[in-house]
């Protein structure tokens, strides 16, 4: 009763707010968000509080990851130099009132791209620039192989993140049981994991090997299991609404997979300027005027390559055979090597 | 008041003339076969956990190593991650090069409340001078931009000092809006009582959780496109008005108990509602509530605390993060216990001090 | 009224501020009379009052609609879905504690109402706990033996002065890091204690049960009517019977009898080490355990601190009387000091109650699926943040609601037997 009041009473209100307010909605939200930077002199970028490998904070309190690199080369984009970059630490709960509110520019965070993030939370997604899905870290002790033995396991996972829909569908499709044990605080959940509270701690794939490697006190106790079971393709949010925004976000993720198709590291970036090909000039802005169309500098895809290096110079730098979290490449490498990344051309 | 019900019934004490040892032991400790029994078993039990925590927590503890593996040989505590993580405990993730600065902050946070503790500088106008100094001065050392200091943004502090500062932003802010609502509850304005009365029951049925989320997840969205207010900021506002609600019901208890000859013989004086007010009855009423204002600010201290829920490094989650370290991360206890006797020593301390007063107010009056 | 002169308005506003402050309510009734009609004037008390409130409607008009256009304007420029239809969506996740039944197919709605019941459940259990713990240690504080009083003091004094939340955390780390189910601790042979919580064993369900519950009811009906007679008939004829003992005895033997005339069945679920945990028997988790401990050692220094001052507050001469009448020391306790205590209780432990309630909401902290816990994921999952937070909002203020209803009742009760 009470719930069909409210109901009720919140669609009037809203639906006469709408009416109320169309008259001078034409607001020109256009172009709004890199004006504000510009402002600011400064890109806000919401990122995981800590999850190694992808964002965290140095010892010496420096943020370092691949999706750091991700906000860093947006930055050297805008302003030619990629320490012009703030991070502000987002829990997964304070993630989305984060960036639709402003307090963040644009969300890297870990986000998974869906239908419902895509629409009714206000968000536009860049393409995925990393997929992976859900995984699950047990004990070796406990001698778990595959998902089936997880039957009546207590489950660790951080609360509203895909991961515990995921959980939910694909046991309920093995007629499996569980106990989900949901903990916002991610230092807790990981700690809790670790003191034997759960059976398994269940989080996107990639993000295992760092709990592994940096909460447990022996990484070799645990192992991940075998197989990824859901789609989690992470991508960069930001705000609904304004396209150029948009646009400039979605463009420095394709340009840094054009770059590394076509051969531009963070390496030979300046060698490549005098590059006898007119479609690599172009994207490094010696030609052209790329740059301009998307309210950029020229140089804006050499900046963010000069700054932070090619898709595969940041996913080296993180994941990369001599890194102390290697993730072989899997479906994160170029369509030409018969991965998913697929810059589209920049013509 | 329930501050009232604390204190004894009146004659309830009768004055005692000879109080030798032997008369304490009897009177107080083996009054009776069944006090005798009692006191047995509280001795024994006191007296083995007492050992157990000076072997535990002093002698068989290590204080000071940079490697866990002192500690694992040590049976007692292993103080050492304290000491070891102290930075992070202190000051969270405040720059390294940069830690005179919080710390001199709290050194100056300390002054000004040693001040303000002190009877003798009791004065409205010069507390309030006081207070607006220290807090443009903290937040000059803290947040730099001036003076050569460079910017450190508020992510960034964390540990005890931002607790300091989000305590003294509680006081500071809140007790000007309690006192405020507090008369707006008394108000003869029926819209001002009604807006008082609504949003203190309001805010005092809810849990401080939500009045968090409110401040960090929904304000924002109440507020015009591209404009921000800083997270911490509005995480202070939020608790200060959670205070706020609290205390203007102590303080409606102290206007209560201003007798009403004051407010007949202040008008008779010829003066205005707010003259009156400032000059005659909040000193009053102030000085009748204040040990139930001290518990509430005591409490305000501790609700600090809550932020972790939201991801701030307050001393607590600090702590909780420097337990990451999983090669620390055995010596949990150890750490909260710390934390523990941090805010026991000061919500400690405050209360004796309140309690101090209300009996020198006392000796004053009779 | 009208005849009063402009001069001497002013004054009477100034009495009527202070004749509020000593006796609320009643002026402000004067206030209501319709303002005498006069020509406008500053100085006439009705006039100045239309203003000041008229100024302060304003002022909320204006606030409110700007606080409401801003966020209809970011909501709709951003496309965010809003209104409360949410409710009635599959949920697609799971949630470990359901005291009704719930499954990932149920609504958002339905986790709601699984999350308020996890809360009421954690409430009251820590508010009986609280309560047992505090009225101990609150008689203890106010013991003449001195050493009984110092160690209650010191529990009360450590304990109220750290955060609830460090309570609660550092309670949750001590259960996790309790042994893991296959080195569970043996509790005297019954139940074992580990990682995964409290596991003991339960009363395998039985035909019985059902009829000790039946004769539970029908023998508590007969001993309240045998209370009231004998009662009634100590009053009358002067000799005093207890009548309380003849009374429990009738519920107990209405309860067991059923229970024996079956051949008294006796089964219990004994917990086995099975799989990842135990099967059989019941499972207190560990962040319930946490949570229902950290709130209880908190709050019930506090109940102490209450308590301690009720006792306290009972003048000495009714302890001395009883005694020279011959009580004793436990009947002195439980008969005269107790029952004139309560009076003085009653009030602000209602509101330790109101805050425990509160305070369970720190299960979001340590993953006890309470109802900011499940409100946390449903936010999450849907974006809805001020739809979510009003409705917790909402039901925290209806559950402050129904705690100081039903204390003021109870307080009621207890004054009036008082006469």
């Known amino acids: 009763m009470f719930g069909m009041g409210l109901l009720k009473h919140g669609k009037v209100l809203l639906v006469s707010a709408a009416i109320a307010l169309s008259a001078g909605s034409a607001i020109a939200e256009q172009g709004a968000t890199l004006k504000t930077v510009k402002e600011r002199g400064m890109l806000l970028c919401g990122a995981h509080p800590g999850r190694y490998g992808f964002a965290a904070p140095d010892a010496k309190g420096r943020w370092v990851g691949f999706e750091v690199d991700l906000c860093r080369a947006i930055a050297a984009a805008i302003f030619g130099d990629g320490e012009k970059v703030k991070f502000v630490a987002l829990s997964s709960q ?64 951080a609360p509203g993140s895909t991961t515990e829909q995921s959980v939910a569908r694909i046991f309920a499709q093995r007629n499996l049981k569980y106990t989900p044990i949901v903990i916002e605080n991610n230092k807790e959940l990981a700690s809790a994991y670790v003191a034997g509270r759960c059976d398994a701690l269940a989080k996107d794939r990639d993000a295992l090997p760092g709990v592994r490697v940096y909460d447990a006190p022996n990484p070799d106790d645990h192992v991940i299991l075998d197989g990824t079971y859901s789609k989690e393709p992470l991508a960069l949010a930001v705000r609904h609404g304004d396209d150029q925004w948009y646009d400039i976000v979605k463009w420095v993720m394709y340009g840094l997979m054009e770059a590394e198709e076509n051969g531009i590291s963070q390496a030979n970036a300046d060698a490549m300027l005098k590059s006898g090909d007119p479609y690599v000039r172009d994207m490094l802005g010696v030609t052209g005027d790329f740059g301009a169309k998307l309210g950029l500098d020229n140089k804006w895809l050499y900046s963010a390559v000069k700054s932070v290096g090619s898709y595969k110079d940041i996913y080296e730098r993180h994941f990369g055979a001599g890194t102390a979290l290697p993730l072989p490449r899997g479906v994160n490498k170029p369509w030409t090597d018969g991965g998913l990344l697929y810059g589209l051309p920049i013509k | 008041m329930a501050d009232a019900q604390i204190l004894p019934a009146p004659g309830r004490r009768q004055p005692r003339v000879s109080r030798t040892a032997a008369w304490w032991l009897k009177d107080r400790i083996f009054s009776s076969p069944f006090h005798v029994a009692l006191s047995i078993v509280v001795l024994v039990g006191a007296a083995f956990i007492g050992q157990f925590l000076l072997r535990w927590g002093l002698l068989d503890a290590v204080f000071v190593a940079s490697d866990p593996a002192a500690c694992q040989a040590a049976k007692g505590a292993c103080w050492a991650v304290v000491y070891e993580k102290h930075r ?35 004065n409205l106008r010069g507390l309030a001078l006081l207070w607006a100094c220290t807090v443009t001065a903290i937040g000059v050392l803290m947040y730099g931009g001036l003076f050569g200091l460079p910017e450190v943004a508020t992510s960034e502090w964390g540990g005890l000092a931002l607790t300091m500062i989000m305590f003294t932003g509680t006081v500071v802010m809140g007790f000007p809006v309690a006192v405020l609502l ?185 | 009224m009208t005849m009063m002169s402009e001069a001497r308005a002013g004054t009477a506003d100034l009495r009527a501020h202070a004749t509020t402050a000593t006796a609320p309510g009643a002026p402000a009734s004067q206030r209501r009379r319709p303002p005498p009609r006069r020509s406008w004037n500053w100085n006439d008390p009705g006039v100045r009052t239309f203003t000041y409130q008229l100024a302060l409607a304003a002022v909320l008009a204006f606030v409110g609609w700007y606080l409401y256009d801003n966020v209809a304007t970011n909501l709709r420029r951003q496309n965010i879905a809003t209104g409360f239809s949410f409710l009635g969506e599959a949920a697609k996740f799971n949630i470990s504690e359901t005291p009704v039944s719930f499954t990932a197919a149920d609504s958002y709605g339905r986790a709601l109402l699984i999350g308020l019941l996890n809360t009421i459940h954690v409430s009251l259990v820590g508010i009986v706990c ?65 990682n995964r919580g409290l596991t003991l064993p339960v009363l395998v369900p039985d035909p019985a049960h059902g009829a000790m519950g039946l004769g539970f009811l029908v023998g508590a009906v007969a001993a309240v009517i045998l209370y009231k007679l004998i009662k009634r008939h100590g009053e009358r004829t002067g000799r005093y019977v207890a009548p309380l003992p003849p009374a429990l005895a009738l519920v107990v033997a209405a309860t067991f009898l059923p229970w024996l005339l079956s051949g008294a ?35 019930g220094a506090f109940i102490a601190e209450i308590v301690r001052a009720g006792i306290e507050s009972v003048p000495k001469g009714q302890s001395e009387a009883a005694r020279a009448l011959g009580l004793k020391p436990s009947s002195i306790m439980s008969r005269i000091v107790l029952p004139q205590a309560l009076r003085v209780i009653i009030p602000p432990m209602s509101s330790q109650f109101l805050s425990l309630t509160k305070n369970s909401s720190l299960g979001v902290i340590i993953g006890y699926p309470e109802l900011v816990n499940i409100g946390n994921t449903i936010m999450n999952q849907t974006g809805q943040v001020v739809e979510m937070v009003t409705i917790m909002m909402i039901i925290y203020l209806g559950l402050s609601l129904t705690t100081s209803i039903s204390m003021n009742l109870y307080n009621n009760a207890v004054a009036l037997k008082e006469r």
């Open chain 2, 182 to 366: 507090a008369l707006g509850r008394r108000s003869t304005l029926t819209l001002v009582r009604s807006v008082c009365v609504t949003i203190i029951e309001t805010l005092r049925g809810v849990p401080l959780i939500t009045i968090l989320f409110v401040a960090v997840n929904v304000l924002p969205l109440f507020l015009p496109a591209g404009s921000s207010v800083d997270k911490l900021l509005r995480v202070t506002i939020g608790i200060a008005i959670f205070f706020a609600c609290y205390q203007a019901e102590t303080i409606r208890g102290g206007l209560q108990a201003v007798p009403r000859g004051q407010y007949e013989a202040a008008q008779a004086l010829g003066l205005g509602y707010w003259q009156m007010t400032r000059v005659i009855i909040l000193p009053q009423a102030l000085k009748i509530a204040f040990p139930a204002i001290v518990n509430h600010i005591i409490a305000a201290l501790k609700n600090t605390s809550f932020v972790m829920i939201i991801g701030l490094f307050d001393i607590l989650n600090a702590t909780t993060s420097v337990m990451q370290d999983p090669v620390w991360r055995k010596y949990y206890v150890e750490a909260y216990v710390f934390v523990g006797l941090v805010y026991f020593v000061f919500g400690f301390a405050l209360s004796l001090y309140a309690r101090a007063m209300e009996a020198q107010m006392k000796k004053g009056h009779h």
């Open chain 2, 88 to 122: 992070t405990i202190l000051f969270g993730l405040y720059p390294h090069s940069e830690h005179w600065r919080p710390t001199l902050a709290v050194c100056l946070y300390l002054v000004s409340l040693t001040i303000t503790l002190m009877p003798r500088f009791w």
């Open chain 3, 130 to 194: 609280a309560t047992l713990v505090g009225v101990v240690m609150g008689i203890a504080r106010a013991s003449r033996n001195l050493l009984v009083s110092k160690l209650a003091g010191c529990y009360v004094e450590f304990a109220r002065n750290v955060p609830v939340i460090l309570h609660v955390v550092l309670w949750s780390s001590i259960i996790r890091n309790l042994p893991a189910p296959r080195q569970a601790l043996d509790v005297l042979g019954i139940g074992f204690i580990s």
């Open chain 1, 94 to 157: 304070q993630r989305f009132p984060a960036i639709q509110s402003g307090e963040v520019d644009v969300l890297p965070r870990n986000t998974t791209a869906t239908l419902t993030r895509d629409t009714a939370l206000g968000l536009n997604f860049s393409p995925p620039v990393f997929y992976t899905g859900l995984g699950f870290l047990v004990r070796k002790d406990a001698g778990v192989k595959s998902i089936e033995e997880l039957n009546g396991a207590v489950i660790c996972m």
């Open chain 3, 265 to 299: 069945p006796v089964a219990f679920d004994m917990p086995k080490l099975r799989g990842f945990g135990f099967s059989g028997g019941m499972t207190v988790p560990p962040e319930f355990f946490a949570l229902v401990v950290g709130l209880t050692v908190y709050t």
